[in-house]
């Protein structure tokens, strides 16, 4: 197999130290240099908080900092990561947190992307009680997860970011509570990677995403990128053979040529019944 990568210098614009999840991965892998850039303030491009907001898609965001980090650096290979929060897509009862971790090759003029997504450590709460703020934090994991705390309520712009210690947070409590005028503060978890574990191990699962991604070739071209885009559902029912929405086919795309070929799927011919919306409306 071809290493693209190898010896190639990638930019990766950070200033939250991603690159402590991203670089052993793909360096050990494709034998690439990733190399951190500096010189802007990422939090400008939009801010979890609240006061900046995102402008654009969450992959226009990662695609944004992939470009300025190449621009900076003069690299012609560059790395974007973007997070997203949200409800999970099952229940919409829990914080879900999916990770963007983009890949523009000009030399080749490919876009690879690599994703991650599972349940996040983020939360808030709106309060006037030292107490129920403390078990906030504990069921947050203060202090390996950090805090934001800011008087009155989510609008305030006057927050307190890197809430790291217990001391740090009754300090911020009384701070904001004196400052809100009404005995209420607002806090909620940090969700700049370095302040969050949880996020951190998700950006790393999307490097490694992204590494089997570009190590996956069309044989044809020879591009790295060479994976499933679509999914097509209609995997038949085990008890009426009637189509389900389980997928039947992969689409898999090539990020070079554009090549396109259907797969179909080979761990399983039926779907459980219980599944079906013949057999169970």
Request: aromatic fraction near 6%.
């Amino acid at each position: 197999m071809r290493q693209h990568y190898a010896g190639e210098r990638i930019g990766l614009l950070t200033q939250h130290g991603k690159e402590q999840v991203i670089r052993p991965v793909l360096e050990a892998a494709l034998g690439c240099v990733v190399e951190r850039v500096s010189g802007v303030d990422t939090d400008a491009l939009g801010t979890f908080t609240r006061e900046r907001p995102r402008p654009g898609s969450q992959l226009e965001a990662a695609r944004r900092k992939a470009r300025i980090g190449m621009e900076l650096s003069g690299l012609r290979v560059g790395l974007g990561s973007e997070g997203s929060f949200g409800p999970d897509p099952f229940s919409g009862l829990f914080p879900w947190n999916v990770e963007l971790l983009v890949l523009i090759d000009d030399r080749l003029g490919i876009e690879v992307l690599g994703v991650a997504q599972g349940a996040a450590q983020s939360g808030h709460l709106q309060t006037g009680d030292w107490e129920a703020v403390a078990r906030f934090a504990e069921q947050q994991g203060l202090p390996s997860h950090q805090l934001v705390i800011r008087p009155r309520d989510r609008h305030d712009p006057r927050l307190r970011k890197g809430i790291a210690s217990w001391t740090q947070l009754q300090a911020g409590f009384e701070r904001c509570a004196h400052e809100s005028g009404n005995g209420h503060v607002f806090v909620e978890t940090e969700l700049r990677a370095f302040a969050n574990p949880t996020r951190m191990r998700l950006i790393g699962e999307a490097a490694e995403d992204l590494r089997q991604r570009l190590q996956s070739l069309r044989a044809a071209c020879d591009a790295p990128g060479y994976w499933v885009v679509e999914r097509e559902p209609g995997l038949p029912c085990a008890a009426c053979s009637m189509p389900t929405r389980a997928w039947l086919n992969e689409v898999w795309q090539c990020p070079r040529c554009g090549h396109r070929a259907v797969r179909a799927r080979a761990d399983r011919g039926y779907c459980d019944p219980q599944y079906c919306v013949h057999c169970n409306p």
